[in-house]
């Protein structure tokens, strides 16, 4: 009986195929999953007309530069992957939609309301899963300061100085000063690094620590210097250069008006 045995061993020509697919379908289910329990997400269900009104916002604002799928053009970086955290981060703060090409995106008032921020955050994670906006408990202020302001000198105060005064970066990039910054951003900007700045993601700085360098930061902004005025926060060099220059100016002209007076 040749033709039955024939028959079943042969396999369907489709077989391969769909067993790739089932594989594919596994190990991006699993990825998906794994990779979106590591980052602390805010488990809000999204409606889809908030998704579509996303889509509509970001077609008439971002997609000439992102592209319409969010495949990126010439002018503006692919947004794949990048995630909710990354667009309220960007256009919360004014940064996006980017007005002018330059080293960096400068800030701007926010042109669009809260509800369409979330629309558009929520349309760009609908495309890619990526870090999501942070859940509310980890940005109340109520952590470890001194924890903070060790993690804090450790992996932000290179650029962005220690009291969080800001500091100027390479080809006319530069760190933003951090007073006044809302507990949602500093978490987003941590998480999403944009720009120059580098990703901190989870296993860098652990939710709690992310939650208690904003304590240190908002700790900051509660008590400015109690030595007076504090120049800047430059440094022992630099505010020791200020004495220099404006004390020792000031004895000299001192000198020079008494001279001129006794003779
Ligand atoms: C004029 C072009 C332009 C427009 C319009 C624009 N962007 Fe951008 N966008 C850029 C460029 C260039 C960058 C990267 C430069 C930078 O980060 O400083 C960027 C970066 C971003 C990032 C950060 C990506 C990352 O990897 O973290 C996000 C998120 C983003 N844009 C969202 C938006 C959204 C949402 C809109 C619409 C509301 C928008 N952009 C409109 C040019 C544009
Ligand atoms: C290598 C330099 C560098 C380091 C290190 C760095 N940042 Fe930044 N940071 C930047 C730059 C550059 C920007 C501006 C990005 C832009 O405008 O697109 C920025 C932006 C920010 C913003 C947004 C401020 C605003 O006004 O919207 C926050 C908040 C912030 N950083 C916090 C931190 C914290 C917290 C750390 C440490 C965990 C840190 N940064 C480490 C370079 C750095």
Known sequence: MPRKSRKANR?????????IAIGLAFTGGGYALFS???TATAETT???STIDEGEKLFAANCATCHGMSLEGTPDGPSLIGVGAAAVNFQVGTGRMPMAMQGPQAMQKPTQFTDEQIAALAAYVASISPGPAIPDESLLQADGDAANGAELFRINCAMCHN????????TE?????ELTGVLPTHIYEAMLTGPQNMPVFNDDNLSPEDKRDIITYLKYLEANPSPGGNELGSLGPVAEGLFVWIFGLGAVIGLMVWLTAKSN
């Open 36 to 38: 979106s329990t590591t």
């Open 46 to 48: 999204v409606s889809q």
């Open 172 to 176: 006319g990039k530069f760190a933003p």
């Open 162 to 169: 220690v009291h969080g005064a800001g500091g100027a970066l």
């Open 11 to 19: 396999r369907h020509p489709l077989a391969t195929v769909v067993l």
